[in-house]
T-cell receptor, first 111, second 115 residues
Framework: GQQVMQIPQYQHVQEGEDFTTYCNSSTTLSNIQWYKQRPGGHPVFLIQLVKSGEVKKQKRLTFQFGEAKKNSSLHITATQTTDVGTYFCAGGSGNTGKLIFGQGTTLQVKP | DAMVIQNPRYQVTQFGKPVTLSCSQTLNHNVMYWYQQKSSQAPKLLFHYYDKDFNNEADTPDNFQSRRPNTSFCFLDIRSPGLGDAAMYLC??????????????FGPGTRLTVL
């Protein structure tokens, strides 16, 4: 079945360093969504990408959707302690709304 | 504020004792989802409703059932909880089932402990 692989599983950075998490799908995706889950919290929607090669920015966060719509990345510039949490990508395929979640990347930021 | 509410936030039950978790939403969304999330894992979809149309995931155990009596409420029933069912249960909603309107809004979750 469809799988969405996300790497790395964990990332420790010094505050001010950049951070990137990557998602790869075994099949072409119709869209990809990104969520952030703070420790002890619930996933919170960040963004959705639907177009091939799409790039969206939210302040220090940059989201990309690959040309083949099989991969995506989230890049955070100059991390802050408020960026701590687990970032999940979630891909959808075909006309189904079902999202396949990646395993998540847990970001720790050392002040 | 429009939101997704889950009650209770923490639930302790005994092995084999039925338990019901509830979810309500003020977003007037068509789709409601139930996810199971275990520690350090991604949320796992159990089932979803589009309006009153129930959709079960193929690998969701029969032990898990759901009801959606109206647009606003959705319940998760675990008929005979086992130790392996201890997890965070997340309810989510989305306006529509298909993109681009299927961004999901999650409730705070119910953490289930099975003794």
């Amino acid at each position: 079945g469809q799988q969405v692989m996300q790497i790395p599983q964990y990332q420790h950075v010094q505050e001010g360093e950049d951070f990137t998490t990557y998602c790869n799908s075994s099949t072409t995706l119709s869209n990809i969504q990104w969520y952030k889950q703070r420790p002890g919290g619930h996933p919170v929607f960040l963004i959705q990408l639907v177009k091939s090669g799409e790039v969206k920015k939210q302040k220090r966060l940059t989201f990309q959707f690959g040309e083949a719509k099989k991969n995506s990345s989230l890049h955070i510039t100059a991390t802050q302690t408020t960026d701590v949490g687990t970032y999940f990508c979630a891909g959808g395929s075909g006309n189904t709304g079902k999202l396949i979640f990646g395993q998540g990347t847990t970001l720790q930021v050392k002040p | 504020d429009a939101m997704v509410i889950q009650n209770p936030r923490y639930q302790v039950t005994q092995f084999g004792k039925p338990v019901t978790l509830s979810c309500s939403q003020t977003l007037n969304h068509n789709v409601m989802y139930w996810y199971q999330q275990k520690s350090s894992q991604a949320p796992k979809l159990l089932f979803h409703y589009y309006d009153k149309d129930f959709n079960n995931e193929a690998d969701t155990p029969d032990n898990f059932q759901s009801r959606r009596p109206n647009t606003s409420f959705c319940f998760l029933d675990i008929r005979s909880p086992g130790l392996g069912d201890a997890a965070m249960y997340l309810c989510a909603t989305s306006r529509e089932w298909t993109p681009p309107y299927n961004e999901q809004f999650f409730g705070p979750g119910t953490r289930l402990t099975v003794l």
